[in-house]
C-alpha cells in the first residue's frame, strides 16, 4: 500500500514539474528556495541558499518573474531588491514568528530611549520594521555589519540568542530586542548531550539562532551556509545538526558518504514546510500570491538592504 502511494507521489511530482518547466520558461521565471524547505522544491529550485545567498541574487536576477520559495519577509526582501520585478509566493501564510515579535511602535520607543544607537536589523523582519532601521543583515553577517556602524551602541532586533551571540566578539555595546525562533530555541543542552552519547564521534554544528548555552555546546558555530560549507570541507564523517531539518538536502548532496543527525526531531520550521512543490505551480499558473510593499517603506527599507550587501 504505502509502495503504491509513493508511486502515486512521484508520478504526480513528476507532472508537476513538467508543467513547471513549462511555466517557467513562459515567465522567464526563476525559482529561489531557502534551504529550510520541502525536498520537493529544494529539488526544482534554480538556486538554493540561506537568507544572505537569496537576498543577493534576487537582487541579480535578470529574470522576469522571481518565485520565492521561504518565508513571507524573504519574498519582501526580494521584492524591495528587485522592485521591478514580480515577486510572487507559494502561499502568502509562510510566516515567521521571530519576524512579528518586533514592531515599528515598539522599535521607535526603542530609539528614543537611545537616541545614539544605530539600529541593525536581522532580515527576519518586516518591510515596515526595515524601514526604520539603519542597516541590515543575516546570520552570515551579523558581526561584520554591527562591527561596520559608526556608533557604539547598537539597537539589535529581533533575535536575542542571535544578538547574544554576536555581542561576545564585539565592542559595540549591543541592545537586546527579546525576539526568538520557535524553532531554534527549542533546541536544549539535554538534547545534544543525548545526541552526543549516541553518536561520541560525531560534531556538533549548530546555527546561533538557538538558545547561548547550546551555541557554547557546538564545534562549529554559523549560519546555514557555512554549516553546509564546514561539513564539506571537515574531514569528520559524522555530525549532529543544530539548525532547522531541511538543511539536510544540501548536506547530504554535498556530502553523500557522510553522516548527519538532526539534534532533535522538532528541529522542523512549520512556516517553512507551508510551501510545497504543488502551490509553486500553481502560484505559476495564476501569478499570486504577489508581494507588493508601498514605495514609500520599500525605499527606506531599501537603504537598510542595500547597505548590508555593500558590507565587506
Ligand atoms: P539563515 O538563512 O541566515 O541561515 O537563517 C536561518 C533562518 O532561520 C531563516 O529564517
Ligand atoms: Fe522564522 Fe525560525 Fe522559521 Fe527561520 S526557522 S522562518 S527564523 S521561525
Not at 12 to 38: F, S
Not at 97 to 107: T, Y
Not at 200 to 208: I, K, M, R, S
Not at 289 to 299: C, K, L, S, T
Request: charged letters at 25%.
Amino acid at each position: 500500500m504505502e509502495a503504491l502511494a509513493l508511486q502515486h507521489k512521484a508520478e504526480q511530482n513528476r507532472v508537476l514539474r513538467e508543467r513547471l518547466a513549462q511555466l517557467k520558461k513562459e515567465r522567464n521565471a526563476i525559482i529561489l528556495a531557502h534551504y529550510y524547505q520541502r525536498d520537493e522544491i529544494q529539488e526544482i529550485a534554480d538556486f538554493r541558499g540561506d537568507s544572505f545567498l537569496l537576498a543577493q541574487k534576487a537582487a541579480s536576477t535578470d529574470a522576469d518573474v522571481i518565485v520565492f520559495c521561504g518565508v513571507h519577509f524573504m519574498g519582501e526582501s526580494a521584492k524591495i531588491l528587485a522592485p521591478t520585478k514580480t515577486v510572487i509566493i507559494p502561499d502568502e501564510r509562510a510566516g515567521c514568528p521571530m519576524a512579528d515579535m518586533v514592531n515599528v511602535e515598539g522599535l521607535r520607543a526603542l530609539k528614543r530611549q537611545h537616541p545614539n544607537a544605530k539600529v541593525v536589523a536581522y532580515i527576519n523582519t518586516s518591510a515596515e520594521v526595515k524601514s526604520e532601521t539603519d542597516i541590515c543583515c543575516t546570520s552570515a553577517n551579523a558581526l561584520k555589519v554591527v562591527n561596520s556602524v559608526d556608533s557604539d551602541e547598537v539597537i539589535w532586533v529581533p533575535d536575542k540568542n542571535l544578538g547574544d551571540y554576536v555581542s561576545k566578539f564585539t565592542n559595540k555595546k549591543m541592545i537586546i530586542w527579546e525576539g526568538y525562533c520557535n524553532t531554534h530555541d527549542m533546541l536544549t543542552i539535554k538534547d545534544v548531550e543525548e545526541m552526543k552519547r549516541l553518536h561520541p564521534n560525531a560534531q556538533f554544528v549548530v546555527h546561533p539562532e538557538c538558545r547561548p548555552e547550546v551555541v557554547a555546546m557546538g564545534d562549529f558555530v554559523g549560519s546555514t551556509t557555512a554549516i553546509i560549507k564546514y561539513c564539506k570541507e571537515s574531514p569528520c564523517q559524522e555530525f549532529i545538526v543544530g539548525t532547522e531539518d531541511g538543511t539536510g538536502y544540501q548536506l547530504r548532496l554535498n556530502s553523500p558518504d557522510k553522516q548527519f543527525h538532526f539534534a532533535t526531531k522538532y528541529l522542523v520550521c512549520p512556516n517553512m514546510k507551508v510551501n510545497n512543490l504543488k502551490k509553486v505551480v500553481k502560484a505559476l499558473e495564476t501569478m499570486k500570491p504577489e508581494i507588493y510593499v508601498p514605495d514609500h517603506v520599500a525605499e527606506q527599507a531599501r537603504q537598510s538592504l542595500e547597505r548590508m550587501l555593500l558590507v565587506k
